[in-house]
């Protein structure tokens, strides 16, 4: 739950023919320089993949015959086709995962107030946690994982924001800050709420127009709605979850203007609340791996949505 609440060889000179060799063995040797087998390869020359010799090579055919070394079908200079770009190609996006697992061992400095651009919060919080222990900091890491390999493999560039590889944070005015700094197309912080029992569903926190300090969000207010409303569409179709039945009504939006996370950015950004840790229902969800790796596809479906217009 929010606090703020990545050479061909040289050719011999043929050596004429023995004036003695009869014309009827003559013609069969002049042939096998047409048809006859090559001598084998020796090993690829420095820089030059193996694999791509493999794929330029060429095969006998089913009829038994070998195909020509000039076989149809645009490719390269080593005779394999040009691949097709990957769709999120040329594409940043930055995952934060919510809180931190050693905030809890750090609450003097994650209590220290920063400025989130109309005000003064804590610099972060530990997060929530299920009945059962199983922490928001450990969820949002795990489906973070998941959603970077999922956009990976897709062609985009990834930033996490930490990866549980620093003590406690970052702030949230530094969250923002590093999003900034990677001129992302995309940020969806990851969370999972703390709501009472019985309230279920996820939702996604919008940022609202502020102006004030140093935080004006006039030109991020459209295009992160555009995110978040993907998110709600694709997030529901992968994992079978419905929007929250206590915030948003309905419509798993909700907009706020007191997250730093969200007043200090300049590019497109928004919170995913996954469920709720205190909801046993919700719970039994976002404990269970297999369930985790559909949030993760359908954040990385949301984004790509978002990111393909």
């Given at each position: ?58 095969a006998p055919s089913a ?7 000039h076989a149809t079908g ?152 555009t995110l978040g409303e ?80």
């Amino acid at each position: 739950m929010p606090y703020d609440h990545r050479k061909p060889l040289a050719k011999r000179p043929a050596k004429p023919l023995a004036l003695a060799l009869p014309l009827t063995l003559a013609l069969p040797l002049a042939l096998t320089g047409c048809g006859g087998s090559a001598a084998p390869a020796g090993p690829a020359a420095p820089g030059q993949s193996r694999t791509a010799d493999a794929k330029g090579a060429t095969a006998p055919s089913a009829s038994g015959t070998t195909p020509s070394a000039h076989a149809t079908g645009p490719s390269t200079s080593a005779g394999a086709t040009t691949p097709a770009p990957l769709p999120l190609a040329g594409r940043t996006v930055v995952i934060d995962p919510g809180h931190n697992p050693g905030n809890f061992r750090h609450s003097s400095e994650i209590n220290k107030k920063v400025n989130i651009g109309t005000t003064r919060k804590e610099c972060d919080t530990t997060g929530t946690s299920t009945n059962g222990g199983y922490t928001e900091a450990a969820f949002t890491l795990d489906v973070s994982h998941r959603l970077r390999d999922l956009l990976e493999k897709q062609g985009a560039e990834v930033v996490l924001v930490h990866d549980a590889d620093r003590p406690f944070g970052p702030c949230i005015d530094e969250r923002a800050r590093i999003g900034n700094a990677a001129k992302a197309d995309a940020v969806v912080s990851v969370h999972a709420d703390g709501s009472a029992g019985g309230n279920r569903g996820f939702h996604v926190i919008l940022p609202a127009r502020v102006n004030g300090g140093s935080a004006d969000t006039a030109t991020i207010v459209g295009p992160s709605r555009t995110l978040g409303e993907k998110l709600v569409t694709h997030f529901a179709r992968a994992t079978g979850s419905r929007p929250a039945n206590y915030i948003g009504s309905g419509t798993g939006l909700d907009v706020r203007d007191d997250l730093g996370g969200l007043n200090l950015s300049t590019v497109p950004k928004v919170f995913l609340e996954c469920g709720n840790m205190r909801d046993p229902k919700d719970a039994a969800l976002l404990t269970d791996a297999a369930w985790r790796q559909k949030a993760a596809h359908g954040i990385a479906d949301g984004i790509g949505a978002f990111l393909q217009g």
